[in-house]
Each structure stands twice: as structure tokens, then as C-alpha cells.
């Protein structure tokens, strides 16, 4: 089992940059592929971005393609998510998630076993 905490979210306006960390412990992280999900009140839970345990390939969704760009560290077992350009659109709960490793990025949330407890970005207008 793999325990995730995310940090870096927080208040900010619209254009600015954030950027997201997701700090695994427990099994070998590099054994695990990573993914972002973000949910705002009222919303389902959508993925974000995705990458797997290789770092080799990756999946953005259409939504922030181009602006929201997604990394891991094996070393520092740390997954980013580096967000430009912030619309207030983009104020949600951000959830890290892992599962264990696979050779492409899966999307729906119930493919994903493990999930931290969330970090708000909120961006104001």
C-alpha cells in the first residue's frame, strides 16, 4: 500500500502559476503510476493528468492540455503538477492518486486505488 499527501495549493489569481506535489511513502513508488484529479462543488471527479511509472509517457486532459503539465521524481518518490495560466475555471479540490504500474494511463478515477486527501487551488477572477 502506498500513502499520498499532496501540498502547494492555495489562493491565487487568475494567469498566475501553481504547482502541485504529491509525496508517496510505502511500497517502492516507482512501482506505481501517478494521476491528478480535481473536483469542483456540485462536479464529478475529472482526471487531470497522468503519467506512468517509467515517466515515459503521459496524459493531459483536453481541458488544461497546454497549460497543466505533469512530472515525477523516483527518487524523491514526488509526482508535480505544474499548472500555468490558472482560470478560475480551474478551482476545484486537487487529488493525487497512484495505482500499481501499467504500460499506459488510465483516466477513470475507479482504476485508482490509492488517494491522498486533496489540496484546494482556488483562482480568482
Known amino acids: 500500500q502506498v500513502q499520498l499527501v499532496e501540498s502547494g495549493g492555495g489562493l491565487v489569481q487568475a494567469g498566475d502559476s501553481l504547482r502541485l506535489s504529491c509525496a508517496a511513502s510505502?511500497?517502492?513508488?516507482?512501482?506505481?503510476?501517478m494521476a491528478w484529479f480535481r473536483q469542483a462543488p456540485g462536479k464529478e471527479r475529472e482526471f487531470v493528468a497522468g503519467i506512468t511509472w517509467t515517466g515515459y509517457r503521459t496524459s493531459v486532459a483536453a481541458t488544461v492540455r497546454g497549460r497543466f503539465f505533469i512530472s515525477r521524481d523516483n527518487n524523491k518518490y514526488t509526482v508535480y503538477l505544474q499548472m500555468n495560466s490558472l482560470k478560475a475555471e480551474d478551482t476545484a479540490v486537487y487529488y493525487c492518486a497512484a495505482k500499481i504500474l501499467d504500460t499506459d494511463v488510465e483516466v477513470a478515477a475507479s482504476d485508482y486505488p490509492y488517494w491522498g486527501q486533496g489540496a484546494q487551488v482556488t483562482v480568482s477572477s
Open positions: 510505502g511500497r517502492p513508488f516507482p512501482n506505481y503510476n
